[in-house]
Nanobody, 124 residues
Framework: QVQLVESGGGLVQVGGSLRLSCAAS????????MGWFRQGSGKEREFVAF????????KYADSVKGRFTISRDNAKNTVWLQMNSLIPEDTAVYYC?????????????????WGQGTQVTVSS
């Protein structure tokens, strides 16, 4: 098993930036593809970003493309989500998740392990 803990959330003004971290313990992170998802108040959880095991492939939701960047360091067992040019619609609880499946995936059912989430609030 792998345990995931997100951090780095907070309150930021429109146009600002935040960097979320996801620290893994248990099995080494290199065994898993990783994803970030988010859930706004009253909304369903949605895909944000994906990164493959060796970081060779990334995928983003259209709503964050060009503003968010996912990265990882397997030696540090950590995944990051750099979020720039934040807008109020980015307000949500952000979750990192680990997937043992192969190939690019934005489907929640492909992810085996989830963190507890970190709140991001973008104020106007």
């Amino acid at each position: 098993q792998v345990q995931l803990v997100e951090s780095g959330g907070g309150l930021v003004q429109v146009g600002g930036s935040l960097r979320l971290s996801c620290a893994a313990s248990g099995r080494t992170l290199s065994n898993y593809a990783m994803g970030w998802f988010r859930q706004g108040s009253g909304k369903e959880r949605e895909f944000v970003a994906f990164i493959s095991r060796a970081a060779g492939t990334t995928k983003y939701a259209d709503s964050v493309k060009g503003r968010f960047t996912i990265s990882r360091d397997n030696a540090k067992n950590t995944v990051w989500l750099q979020m720039n040019s934040l807008i109020p619609e980015d307000t949500a609880v952000y979750y990192c998740a680990a997937s043992s499946t192969y190939g690019v995936s934005s489907r929640q059912n492909d992810y085996n392990y989830w963190g507890q989430g970190t709140q991001v609030t973008v104020s106007s």
